[in-house]
């Protein structure tokens, strides 16, 4: 992931985050036919229940930030060790009752996150308080955690 400043565009900021979680669980779909190893990216270890944590963790990372902001309060620096970390439960099984887990759990994020973006000016979107990333480049940032669920990927048509 990149801490470069994000690029937009004229799409719906809200829009973009949902898409990028719709990505997200298109993949996570195919992963209940994980065969169980980790896959290999930038000298890492992505797992499906890795992913899923790292995707989740991004967007309320960003969620808190934004409050924070909102409310003219500090931010919490990010002290995760992002992916550099591998869990012993990211290695679990990844079940389809993992996948529904999955699927509740981004999609709720999904809709607080559309909720509060819609609820913002265009100016707040483009001159956010605080310091740090406008929400609208929060917001189109979001979309690089497909990275994660990319290097799954589709199992469906995964072969080595």
């Known amino acids: 992931m990149s801490d470069e400043t994000p690029t937009t565009d004229d799409r719906d ?23 169980g190893r980790p896959r290999h990216t930038d000298e ?19 969620l808190a930030e934004l409050e924070a902001r909102l409310a003219g309060q500090e931010t919490i620096p990010d002290h995760w060790h992002a992916s550099a970390s591998t869990t012993p439960a990211d290695l679990a099984t990844f079940t389809d009752h993992d996948l529904d887990e999955a699927k509740s759990r981004l999609t709720r994020l999904g809709l607080i996150w559309a909720t509060r973006l819609n609820a913002l000016t265009p100016d707040h979107l483009d001159h956010s308080p605080g310091e740090g990333w406008t929400f609208r480049q929060i917001a189109f940032h979001l979309t690089e955690s497909t990275y994660y669920a990319d290097a799954v990927g589709n199992l469906t048509t995964h072969s080595d």
């Open 13 to 35: 900021p809200a829009s973009v985050v949902t898409g990028t979680i719709d990505h997200v669980l298109a993949l996570a779909a195919t992963w209940p036919a994980w065969d």
């Open 44 to 62: 890492r270890l992505y797992t499906p229940h890795k992913a899923i944590r790292r995707v989740t963790d991004h967007l309320i990372d960003h």
